[in-house]
């Protein structure tokens, strides 16, 4: 048996031998292998990119002998003279890339010499993006541009964030900091710093916050590092009307000294420059014309997570502390004058968290994101609507004021309301002119004559005697009970209401008010009080059933957009289980879009297409 297995191996050996062995073998690879072998790098697999591996491999080394002496095998890829620039740029940014990510690993080294790299990186992306032979527009369709795009973005990343963490380490000289031997200079107007020029108390790369909640991420690929700039908390900032966004996004770009590639080489100045993407969705940089990357979602997820309104909302509507008192209009990104202005207000026991997903939508909507800019209203909704038209319609007169004191910019001219449940309410009067129809309603509702007439009157105007906004022309009216609801009637919301307190603050707000309902004769029933924000929307509440029928601006053009619970009802006895369709429904307006939802229906996708859609139209058109 041995004997014939010794002759059966030296036959096999002695075919081998006959008919060769072959070098190269063939075998069938995944798409998903074939992926990860074009497009895997030092940034996704973390290790080499095949391409950088076939450089390594034409110059005699290899992936294991560059890593175990980096300065060296960098210095012989300088020197090699059988690779294209291209080759050679994207390599050294690649093993750049390599080294600075082993080193952060580590932790050990100084931050300059971390800097230093990150750079060195970045700068070799940007040598091969902008000064090879071939423009970045003949290889747009190439896989390693991509990578090297990827390079510079991440590089810059780094590079900025090491130099905002340890800015109190660099030597300054002016506005110019000197480390790792570079000259850094930077361009910072895009992040509208503070009077007292107080830099922000952090800055994120968007690409390291993930959010729940938030259906879409909206992101805009091209050049740069999209960041989140965390800015400090104003002194007061609970008392002003508005606040500019705290969490701006902006993007980090480098640009390199130089106007050749062996100038771009040998420099040792740079200029970091950060860009608001809102304004700028492109930038010129080495004689091209580029996309700025941008993320839309990160500083507005940011500020909902940050916000802690959920609470605070509820705490507000129960008149406990650290509720508010007042309106404060929050700007959504920092002012624009170029763009119309969207003012959003959310319902009863709700703060702009009601809007998570229109609002991150509609700035998604490119079209929509260059039009216009969002204003969102954080109103205390335990007060009475009254109140609370008036207090928003100075707050946000307050901020207009502050941009654009003569009123001729976009943002201040052309304005839509969009308003939710009790926001669809407030936003109607908003656009409504009661003049002195409910003065003299309550006049003749109480038989008042002279002085005392003329005391009530005077106590009741501020809140009663009011006009459209003239700077609004569209308004979107959603699940808005403009005729009341008896949901407000029943047991539960009467047990709620009655739990409702106004705050003291408030109280000295409406002081005159309550001063001029005490001189109202009620025929010896209990005199009459200021109601809350629950008494308001009762379809049997006096002041509603009083506005249910003032004239909206005929320069307004309105939409209604309701739901509905009810499928087995006809549609006007429908409700969404909180509003009537009669109560929601207004005769004049220019669309009406009843969408299969409970009361919550601005959140549904039907609700942001339909918004989506009239904010589209053309002014010229209905």
């Keep these: 048996m041995l004997m014939r297995r010794l002759r059966l191996g030296a036959l096999v050996c002695a075919a081998a031998l006959l008919s060769g062995c072959a070098a190269v073998t063939v075998s069938a690879i995944s798409p998903a292998e074939y992926l990860q072998q074009r497009r895997g790098d030092i940034l996704t697999t973390g290790k080499l990119s095949a391409a950088a591996s076939e450089v390594l491999r034409i110059i005699g080394g290899d992936i294991a002998a560059c890593e175990a002496n980096a300065g060296s095998c960098r210095a012989d890829l300088a020197r090699s003279e059988l690779l294209s620039d291209e080759q050679r740029l994207a390599t050294l940014s690649e093993l750049w890339l390599e080294s600075a990510l082993a080193e952060e690993k580590q932790g050990g080294h100084p931050s300059a010499e971390l800097l230093a790299a990150w750079l060195e990186s970045a700068r070799y992306a940007y040598a091969y993006l902008f000064y090879t032979t071939r423009t970045p527009g003949q290889r747009a369709f190439e896989e390693r541009q991509t990578q090297i795009r990827d390079y510079y973005n991440y590089a810059v990343q780094k590079a900025v964030g090491n130099l905002f963490r340890h800015r109190g380490e660099y030597r300054p000289d002016g506005h110019v900091i000197h480390v790792a031997g570079w000259q850094i200079d930077s361009e910072l107007s895009a992040l509208r710093l503070p009077e007292d020029g107080t830099l922000p108390e952090e800055l994120l790369p968007a690409t390291s916050l993930s959010f729940s909640g938030l259906r879409n991420v909206y992101r805009r690929d091209g050049f740069g590092a999209d960041l989140v700039a965390v800015m400090p908390k104003a002194a007061q900032a609970n008392e002003m009307a508005f606040q500019e966004t705290r969490f701006p996004v902006v993007t980090a770009l480098i640009r390199f000294d130089g106007d050749s590639l062996q100038a771009v080489l040998a420099t040792q100045q740079l200029m970091v420059m950060l860009v608001d993407p809102y304004r700028s969705a492109s930038i010129r940089m080495a004689g ?335």
């Design 288 to 622: 091209q014309e580029l996309p700025v990357a941008a993320n839309f979602t990160a500083g507005y997820g940011l500020w909902l997570a940050r916000s802690g309104f959920g609470v605070q909302a509820l705490r507000t509507l129960f008149g406990r502390a650290d509720g508010i008192s007042r309106p404060q209009v929050h700007l959504m990104q920092p002012y624009d004058p170029a763009k119309r202005t969207i003012v959003m207000l959310h319902g009863l026991a709700s703060s702009p968290e009601a809007w998570i997903n229109v609002a991150n939508e509609l700035m998604g909507d490119e079209q929509l994101r260059r039009r216009y800019q969002i204003w969102q209203v954080y109103y205390p909704s335990n007060a009475p609507l009254a109140a609370n038209n008036a207090a928003i319609r100075k707050a946000l007169a307050a901020t207009l004021a502050q941009f654009d004191p003569a009123g001729k910019a976009d943002a201040a001219n052309d304005m839509v309301l969009i308003g939710h449940s009790m926001g669809g309410v407030l936003a109607r009067l908003m656009v409504s002119d009661a003049s002195n129809t409910l003065l003299d309603a309550i006049t003749e509702e109480y038989h008042l004559k002279g002085r005392k007439a003329e005391k009530v009157r005077a106590g009741l105007a501020p809140y009663l005697n009011f006009t459209a906004m003239p700077q609004v022309n569209r308004a979107i009216f959603i699940a808005a009970p403009h005729r009341g609801t008896s949901f407000a009637n029943h047991k539960v919301a009467r047990w709620i209401a009655n739990l409702v307190t106004l705050p003291i603050t408030m109280l000295d707000q409406l002081s005159d008010a309550a001063g001029s309902l005490a001189q109202l004769d009620t025929g010896g029933s209990e005199p009459l009080r200021i109601p809350n924000s629950i008494d308001n929307l009762s379809d049997k509440d006096p002041f509603v059933r009083l506005v249910a029928d003032l004239p909206i601006s005929p320069k307004v053009r309105y939409h209604s957009i309701m739901g509905n619970d009810t499928p087995d009802l006809p549609l006007a006895e429908s409700s969404d289980g909180v509003v009537p369709y009669a109560s929601a429904h207004l005769d004049g307006a220019v669309s009406e879009k009843v969408i299969p939802s409970w009361h919550s229906v601005q959140e549904s996708p039907q609700a942001i297409l339909e918004i989506r859609r009239i904010l589209r139209l053309p002014d010229s058109l209905p």
